[in-house]
T-cell receptor, first 113, second 115 residues
Framework: DAGVIQSPRHEVTEMGQEVTLRCKPI?????LFWYRQTMMRGLELLIYFNNNVPIDDSGMPEDRFSAKMPNASFSTLKIQPSEPRDSAVYFC???????????FGSGTRLTVV | GESVGLHLPTLSVQEGDNSIINCAYSNSASDYFIWYKQESGKGPQFIIDIRSNMDKRQGQRVTVLLNKTVKHLSLQIAATQPGDSAVYFC??????????????FGQGTELSVKP
């Protein structure tokens, strides 16, 4: 089992550019979560999906952020336009049956300059 | 300018000693709790979990204690090793009816093991 796979591992972009983060969950998992980690705010849940349907997006900071899950094996988190305050590590996690057996990916470190 | 980040609580222990990491959770309706370990440059890794109908659960070298009265969770690591050095997070599951739950993470504690 390859685990949760995120790409890219590192992303450096200029303010105003569009950024797309990608996630492949563990095969068979029906929940997918996007988290953001910063020193100031710790680990924040942005959005989660169940069976490819967004369930709770209350953590998405603003309209510049959007997430999609077109199928059970792929999800994207898009920031457009990006701002320096979006710099953080973004984690994707997947699970079977909600909070049980959460597995995190290695994260994408985003730097917006 | 850049904001100053929060300093994580730090626990420093000698190799071979036992470690106790504490966590206060926020929601009395939370029904499931997990401890995660995060090493530098990696994602959080599951260590041990406990359901709200239990007070104690043991794993290999780790024990989790749950006190629902005061909404307190602790992680005990026996015979702490240098490889245990990491940031440890507790997480509580806030139930959402038939929509599963979402994990809310605590601030984290940095464990430093001195050889």
């Amino acid at each position: 089992d390859a685990g949760v796979i995120q790409s890219p591992r590192h992303e450096v972009t200029e303010m105003g550019q569009e950024v797309t983060l990608r996630c492949k969950p563990i095969s068979g998992h029906d929940y997918l979560f996007w988290y953001r980690q910063t020193m100031m705010r710790g680990l924040e849940l942005l959005i989660y999906f169940n069976n490819n349907v967004p369930i709770d997006d209350s953590g998405m900071p603003e309209d510049r952020f959007s997430a999609k899950m077109p199928n059970a094996s792929f999800s994207t988190l898009k920031i457009q336009p990006s701002e320096p305050r979006d710099s953080a590590v973004y984690f994707c996690a997947s699970s079977l049956a909600g909070a049980y057996g959460y597995t995190f990916g290695s994260g994408t470190r985003l730097t917006v300059v | 300018g850049e904001s100053v980040g929060l300093h994580l609580p730090t626990l420093s222990v000698q190799e071979g000693d036992n470690s106790i990491i504490n966590c206060a959770y926020s929601n009395s309706a939370s029904d499931y709790f997990i401890w995660y370990k995060q090493e530098s440059g990696k994602g959080p890794q599951f260590i041990i979990d406990i359901r709200s109908n239990m007070d104690k659960r043991q794993g290999q070298r780790v024990t989790v204690l749950l006190n629902k009265t005061v909404k307190h969770l602790s992680l005990q690591i026996a015979a702490t090793q240098p490889g245990d050095s990491a940031v440890y997070f507790c997480a509580e599951n806030m139930p959402r009816g038939d929509q599963g739950g979402k994990l809310i993470f605590g601030q984290g504690t940095e464990l430093s093991v001195k050889p």
